[in-house]
Antibody, heavy 120, light 107 residues
Framework: QVTVRESGPALVKPTQTLTLTCTFS??????????VSWIRQPPGKALEWLAR???????YYNTSLKTRLTISKDTSKNQVVFTMTNMDPVDTATYYC????????????WGQGTMVTVSS | EIVLTQFPDFQSVTPKEKVTITCRAS??????LHWYQQKPDQSPKLLIK???QSISGVPSRFSGSRSGADFTLTINSLGAEDAAVYYC?????????FGQGTKLEIK
């Protein structure tokens, strides 16, 4: 059974850098076709895709946020790490990690999400 | 960037009714269009993949179809448990995008 869990701070201050970790169990991040994305959802609003990292370490980013985002993985820990710099109150949202199989695959497994509030 | 526009934004329906939600794409990207259900305080759940392919464990009353740039999610014989927000999502072209969501209320 594949499970995924996000972890990170619940509160960050404006201008700080947010770092979130996504830990997988039951599947290796090195498995061919394994793609992991980060998605966020402000309270009461729609989902927004942020970034993706593939089994072969290819990386892709949301066009409008690209300069602030970094995605990486630690295969020894089976974790994906996501950072977003220069946090602002508008970045307050629930941040999700999700898996897809194949570059066009749907997100078939989601974490429970982690709520991040940006406030001084 | 591909814009996905869902309609309606909100629909109130009675149990056992049939519901259709449409997702219109601003550009062509193939058939990598997926549907998710999100209930309050839960993560999204995959319902349909690649426009019309069913997902194991999802009730058969959920189905998907495509006509040109319009993708449709159909829910037959609606139940109280289907109250949720439904999102379409495309993975055929980067950056990935989601529709704005359709909230379904059960009367």
């Amino acid at each position: 059974q594949v499970t995924v869990r996000e972890s990170g701070p619940a509160l960050v201050k404006p201008t700080q850098t947010l770092t979130l970790t996504c830990t997988f169990s039951g599947v290796s991040l090195s498995t061919s076709g394994m793609c992991v994305s980060w998605i966020r959802q402000p309270p009461g609003k729609a989902l927004e895709w942020l970034a993706r990292i593939d089994w072969d370490d290819d990386k892709y980013y949301n066009t409008s946020l690209k300069t602030r985002l970094t995605i990486s993985k630690d295969t020894s820990k089976n974790q994906v790490v996501f950072t977003m710099t220069n946090m602002d109150p508008v970045d307050t949202a629930t941040y999700y990690c999700a898996r897809a199989i194949g570059t066009n695959g749907p997100f078939d497994i989601w974490g429970q999400g982690t709520m991040v509030t940006v406030s001084s | 960037e591909i814009v996905l526009t869902q309609f309606p934004d909100f629909q109130s329906v009675t149990p056992k009714e049939k519901v259709t939600i449409t997702c219109r794409a601003s550009q062509s990207f193939g058939s990598s269009l997926h549907w998710y259900q999100q209930k309050p305080d839960q993560s999204p759940k995959l319902l349909i993949k690649d426009a019309s392919q069913s997902i194991s464990g999802v009730p058969s009353r959920f189905s998907g179809s495509r006509s040109g740039a319009d993708f449709t999610l159909t829910i037959n014989s609606l139940g109280a448990e289907d109250a949720a927000v439904y999102y379409c999502h495309q993975t055929g072209s980067l950056p990935y995008t989601f529709g704005q969501g359709t909230k379904l209320e059960i009367k």
